[in-house]
């Protein structure tokens, strides 16, 4: 049997220093996902009032109620998880073939290419420009304007087009050449089935961008029933703000507000909880292929 290594009183140091730190790093990241969950299943009054900081006080589930009952915010659901579903889709239908066609040491002119990707991350025409571009595509209040502007990353494709080259090896597909495999075909048949934990990084990184999204909608959407959830929920939360605020109006209009100021109180918290729990019960399912499709991507750039 090996030599027991002993620690010395060094090495028990400089872990107690790391139990401690992760310890503080756990409270740090796990305290505002506890608040979120309490304040959304207690007493509003509490939660404004700051009484209520981590356990729930006043316990309700009137929030969920309205949230289940408030249309707005299912449209929002559904037109969320469209726009994920599609949008990823087409973000890994661009991303996924340029990146492997970037790798390919035989393309001609694949350095000026990849110039012209890379020259996209440092200069941008703005939102301006970009906006008119988009009104002149007609895309203005139409499902494609959330779906079409980012249809690709530059990042995402280095990443994907590093795991291509490191992974993949050269001789596979000289084999699959002289077997007579076209392009098309070896990229179908040989290159994507070996490709899934790059595709699961990709459609992660894409997946959570369309979920949280909501610039897009902001500039471009002015019909409410295409509303994604992150548009619905930054409304609940300006109304609230708006409420809080001295702002010179009519008793009634006052009276209005504040009553819609205490349905945004009650429901954001749930909200929040509701629009955040796809990804957390997704993640765990992606994040072998994550890590793995990360750490190949990282080899080499």
């Known amino acids: ?18 139990y401690i730190f992760l ?18 299943i207690s007493d509003p009054a509490a939660v404004n009032s700051g009484t209520m900081w981590l356990l729930p006080k006043g316990i309700t589930f009137d929030g969920y109620k309205l949230i289940f009952e408030n249309s707005d915010i299912w449209r929002g659901y559904l037109n ?17 073939p340029a990146a492997y066609a970037l790798s390919r040491r035989d393309l001609a002119g694949r350095n000026l290419f990849m110039g012209m990707f890379v020259l996209t991350m440092f200069f941008g025409g703005g939102l301006i420009p970009t906006y008119l571009v988009v009104k002149n595509l007609g895309l203005i209040d139409t499902i494609w304007a959330m779906l079409l502007p980012n249809a690709a990353a530059v990042y995402n494709i280095i990443i994907a087009r590093v795991f291509f080259e490191v992974t993949i090896p050269k001789e596979l597909e000289e084999s699959a050449t002289i077997d007579g495999a076209t392009n098309f075909k070896m990229f179908f048949k040989v290159i994507l089935p070996l490709s899934a934990p790059i595709i699961a990084v990709m459609a992660l990184f894409y997946g959570v961008a369309h979920w949280n999204g909501y610039f897009n909608a902001l500039i471009y959407l002015s019909d409410r029933n295409l509303y994604p959830l992150q548009l619905v929920l930054r409304e609940i939360l300006v109304l609230q703000e708006m409420s ?17 100021q205490q349905l945004a109180s009650i429901i954001k918290y749930g909200v929040m909880i509701v629009s955040t729990l796809p990804i957390i019960i997704m993640y765990p399912f992606m994040q072998r292929h994550f890590v793995k499709g990360v750490m190949i991507g990282s080899l080499k750039g």
């Open 23 to 40: 310890t503080l790093a756990a409270v740090v990241v796990l305290y505002p996902l506890l608040y979120i969950v309490s304040a959304s």
């Open 244 to 260: 809080s605020q001295n702002i010179n109006m009519s008793s009634s209009m006052a009276e209005v507000l504040h009553s819609k």
């Open 80 to 96: 969320t998880i469209f726009y994920t579903v599609l949008g990823t889709f087409i973000n890994l239908a661009i991303t996924i």
């Open 1 to 18: 049997m090996g030599a027991v290594i002993k620690e010395t009183n060094k090495d028990k140091l400089f872990n107690v220093f790391n």
